[in-house]
C-alpha cells in the first residue's frame, strides 16, 4: 500500500480543513477506497442535479396544464 504524497506546509500556508482530511484520507485509505469513495460522492451529486432537474419540469408542465384549462 502506497500512500499519496502530501504537500508540505510552509510558513505562509494555512491548512485547511479540506487539506487535513485528505492528508488523513491519504494515509488510512488505499488509492482504491479513496477512488470508489470519490466516485460514489460524484454518484450523489449527480442523483441530486437530476432530483432537481425533475422537480422544475414538473413545475414546468404544471404552469402549462394550468394556462391551458
Known sequence: MQAAPVRPVTATAIPTVTGALRAME???LSSGQ???RRNAW???LEDR???K???EAEHVL???AARTS
Open 49 to 51: 442535479r437530476r432530483a
Open 42 to 44: 460524484a454518484a450523489v
Open 26 to 28: 491519504a494515509l488510512l
Open 53 to 55: 432537474d425533475r422537480v
Open 34 to 36: 479513496r477512488t470508489a
Open 62 to 64: 404544471e404552469a402549462v
